[in-house]
């Protein structure tokens, strides 16, 4: 492995639309969401361990959730495991940690992963990884993997691009944030189209004349910090407050210049949804996903059932359906009304101590 390769993974977000099973003390990306025996943040990291070592790899996270992250991904150093003191969206959490790699390794080049996606076809994003790797150490560019849409979805961004260079890269155009329905027809249509999948790589150099061109103001606060040493905690939480709550998006890659993507075939999912969840998940007979051999069905199907361990249940003339049992709370809704579980669970805070359901 490349020693000058560093990867940043972001478990920062709570995953309201996961409630009840994804809380504020133990949110989605610290859950086994598939079933599959290993977390969402620990999937990421079987991953990306397979192009970047250990000891090159970072985690940027909620203060809560470092010693949790800790415990999940014990191979990576406990100092490369960071805790934001407020959310500040993903511009804030991306320059803090370019300027903390780079002054380990000025040469580093990073990529940028979330920690809750689903990447079926591990082979090809490790080959994708290694070329964008390559592309962005000898190129001041900013990198971005793009997935080929299957459908017109409005629940994600799309890359447009305007020119090839050589088969692998192609040139940004635009960013779309999430579209209309007729919007995205339109999109896949055109076939100059891909996905957005907030996968980022890019060089330290690269990304941060990008931020002092850009987000001028914002590379200075963070100037200030001594990076790895006693002082850096209490530099960060001065400095947190007072930073603007920016996407790396919307402050830097719509509006540089050396944007390019790399379309790139993964089997890609946010897993955004139960919806997401369920269509990504293995099924019965009846196309129910269970997650329980102790859920029995009668004229059921195409519902996701997930149950806290111990507990049984009876399904019985349900369709189409999300059911999440744990021990604070049941949910019980249409699959299609899955964008709803957030105003859900605002309106259950609503309620008398309703916190102690988050």
């Known amino acids: 492995m490349n020693k000058n390769n560093y990867c940043v993974i972001m478990a920062g977000g709570i995953g309201s639309r996961f409630w009840p099973m994804s809380t504020q003390k133990f949110p989605k990306q610290f859950q086994d969401i598939l079933g599959t025996g290993r977390t969402m943040i620990q999937q990421t990291y079987d991953r990306i361990q397979k192009a970047v070592s250990a000891e090159n790899i970072y985690v940027i996270t909620n203060q809560e959730y470092v010693e949790l992250t800790h415990q999940q991904l014990p191979d990576i150093p406990f100092q490369n495991i960071v805790g934001e003191p407020v959310m500040k969206n993903t511009a804030a959490c991306n320059i803090y940690m370019i300027n903390k790699i780079a002054d380990v390794n000025k040469d580093a080049n990073v990529i940028v992963l979330p920690a809750d996606h689903l990447i079926l076809k591990e082979s090809a994003f490790i080959e994708k990884v290694n070329l964008a790797f390559d592309f962005a150490s000898k190129n001041e560019v900013l990198i971005t993997l793009g997935i080929t849409p299957t459908r017109p979805d409005t629940g994600y961004g799309y890359i447009q691009f305007a020119e090839k260079n050589g088969e692998d890269f192609y040139k940004v155009k635009t960013f779309t944030e999430k579209p209309s329905l007729e919007i995205a027809k339109s999109f896949l249509e055109t076939g100059d189209f891909l996905w957005n999948a907030g996968i980022f790589v890019w060089n330290v150099n690269a990304i941060h004349k990008a931020f002092e061109k850009y987000l001028p103001e914002m590379t200075q606060e963070f100037v200030a910090c001594e990076y790895n040493s006693d002082q850096e905690k209490v530099c960060i939480e001065t400095i947190y407050p007072k930073v603007e709550k920016i996407s790396i998006d919307n402050g830097i890659l719509e509006r540089a210049q050396n944007v390019y993507v790399i379309p790139s075939d993964l089997g890609w999912s946010d897993l955004g949804t139960w919806t ?83």
């Open 276 to 358: 997401s969840v369920y269509e990504n998940s293995e099924k019965n007979d009846n196309n129910n996903s269970l997650d329980s051999k102790s859920v029995l069905t009668y004229n059921a199907k195409n519902n996701i059932v997930r149950l806290k361990k111990g507990k049984a249940a009876i399904i019985d003339g349900l369709e189409d359906y999300i059911i999440v049992d744990t021990d604070k709370a049941l949910l019980i809704c249409p699959r299609k009304n899955d964008q709803m579980i957030k105003d859900y669970v605002l309106d259950l805070k609503n309620f008398k101590k309703g916190d102690k359901y988050m």
